[in-house]
């Protein structure tokens, strides 16, 4: 069955999400704190970042991570020259 369907769904020359995510880190200046919301867009950034060596000297931080109470001063670790206003954000709806 997969041999079948392989001509269709071959994605292997499918570039965008890496050229998408090339393309935010070209609009960062040198030494930019990152601030993302999400997965897909942390996930990409951070793929092209720690498995391809690309833009070391941005530091990424995901906005919604931030209310888990693990991931500051784990950020902390790994960024230290970020200073994060609390240990953990407790994020809550408006009108």
Known sequence: QAGLSYRVS?????????????SAFE????GAIALTKGDNSINL?????????????????????QSFSWYVP???RYLPSVLFPARQLWLTKTH
């Open 10 to 22: 071959d994605q292997s020359g499918n570039w965008f999400f890496e050229e998408y995510a090339k």
């Open 27 to 30: 609009a960062f200046p040198q």
């Open 45 to 65: 950034l951070r793929y092209l970042q720690v498995c391809n060596g690309h833009r070391p000297d941005v530091a990424l931080v995901d906005q919604s991570m």
């Open 74 to 76: 784990m950020q902390q």
